[in-house]
């Protein structure tokens, strides 16, 4: 990958509405329980392009702690970008941050793992993890 061509913007609501229209996930289901302009509450929302094409969405949010949201575009997965999307959330973020990752995400628990997030408690569908900053 060629990092000059990595950008990040800034999105408005439509713009996450038009990229988890075409981009499902059982794994990311932050918005099946929330309406999308809930991003006006968070306290870093950001879409990541590759070449001017969206790959990538993450937040954090603040309810009781810090929560990081997280998902790639299934194509551009295994092609290292978590690395730049979780850099760019956690620079811009103050304090712990936690998440949860399904069980069955073995791919996404070890990149957690491997950034430094460490499970805190493991429930029957996912782990709790958390990085201390």
Same mark, same amino acid.
């Given at each position: ?94 304090? *712990? ?23 805190? *408690? ?12």
């Amino acid at each position: 990958m060629d990092r000059d061509k990595l950008s990040i913007i800034k999105p408005k609501v439509d713009d996450v509405i038009a990229f988890f229209a075409t981009n499902n996930s059982d794994y990311f289901r932050y918005f099946q329980k929330r309406e999308y302009n809930i991003i006006s509450r968070h306290l870093y929302t950001a879409l990541y392009l590759y070449d001017r094409t969206v790959f990538g969405y993450g937040h954090i949010d603040f309810e009781n702690n810090n929560w990081l949201g997280v998902f790639i575009k299934e194509e551009f997965r295994g092609k290292n970008l978590s690395n730049y999307l979780l850099n760019d959330l956690l620079k811009n973020c103050k304090g *712990d941050v936690y998440l949860t990752v399904d069980l069955m995400n073995i791919i996404a628990y070890n990149i957690y793992k491997k950034f430094g997030f460490k499970v805190v *408690d493991k429930q029957d569908r996912y782990y709790l993890m958390v990085y201390k900053q």
